[in-house]
Antibody, heavy 119, light 109 residues
Framework: QVQLVQSGTEVKKPGASMKVSCKTS????????LSWVRQVPGQGLEWLGW????????NYAQKIQGRVTMTADSSTTTAYMELRSLTSDDTAVYYC????????????WGQGTLVIVSS | QSALTQPASVSGSPGQSITISCTGT?????????VSWYQQHPGQAPKLIIH???KRPSGVSSRFSGSKSGNSASLTISGLQAEDEADFYC??????????FGGGTRLTV
């Protein structure tokens, strides 16, 4: 079955970087994109960006442009999101989700990765 | 870009119907028939329940339906059940392969 399995909880100091992975399985990696979405505890969902599983093309939310890099490794069907210059405002659960414009905008989600930014 | 506007909470009794609104602009909802809705139970990842404004993924109950008018979209849940109690989020394509979520609505049954 289609699965997205994310890496585990991370604790980071302000100013550090984080890198979360999303291992996909059960579907052709190059036929779908992946979005990254975060959720601050107790708050709503925030779309962060999208990466094509076909050619690695990316689009980022303006809010984090310049601090984020999303990559995809088709040989391991794994996507990564790196976020730099972390602040406490980046403390959140980060989700990856299979994402194509039609039919499947977030039809399958990873389990989420909690990232805590604290001094 | 500001989040789409949803009511913070709605409530209904078992068997009733409720509607959750989602208001955007002519840069997102108004320009594209690409609104999706997600249900999120506490401690779980979101679940896609409506895509392209009105379409239900396989396995999603027909009690969930979506619509759109102008710059707004709506999610209607009919025949409310206790298990429907959750947070609901709308999301719209906003051009240039970017997306924007609503602030979320807590449904109490």
């Amino acid at each position: 079955q289609v699965q997205l399995v994310q890496s585990g909880t991370e604790v980071k100091k302000p100013g550090a970087s984080m890198k979360v992975s999303c291992k996909t399985s059960g579907y052709p990696f190059d036929k779908y994109g992946l979005s990254w979405v975060r959720q601050v505890p107790g708050q709503g969902l925030e779309w962060l960006g999208w990466i094509s599983g076909y050619n690695g093309k990316t689009n980022y939310a303006q809010k984090i442009q310049g601090r984020v890099t999303m990559t995809a490794d088709s040989s391991t069907t794994t996507a990564y999101m790196e976020l730099r210059s972390l602040t406490s405002d980046d403390t959140a659960v980060y989700y990856c989700a299979r994402w194509n414009i039609v039919i499947s905008p977030g039809d399958v989600w990873g389990q989420g990765t909690l990232v805590i930014v604290s001094s | 870009q500001s989040a789409l506007t949803q009511p913070a909470s709605v409530s209904g009794s078992p068997g009733q119907s409720i509607t959750i609104s989602c208001t955007g602009t002519n840069n997102d909802i108004g320009s594209y028939n690409l609104v999706s809705w997600y249900q999120q139970h506490p401690g779980q990842a979101p679940k896609l329940i409506i895509h392209e404004g009105t379409k239900r993924p396989s396995g999603v109950s027909s009690r969930f339906s979506g619509s759109k008018s102008g710059n707004s979209a709506s999610l209607t849940i009919s025949g409310l059940q206790a298990e429907d109690e959750a947070d609901f989020y709308c999301c719209s394509f906003a051009g240039s392969n970017t997306w924007i979520f609503g602030g979320g609505t807590r449904l109490t049954v």
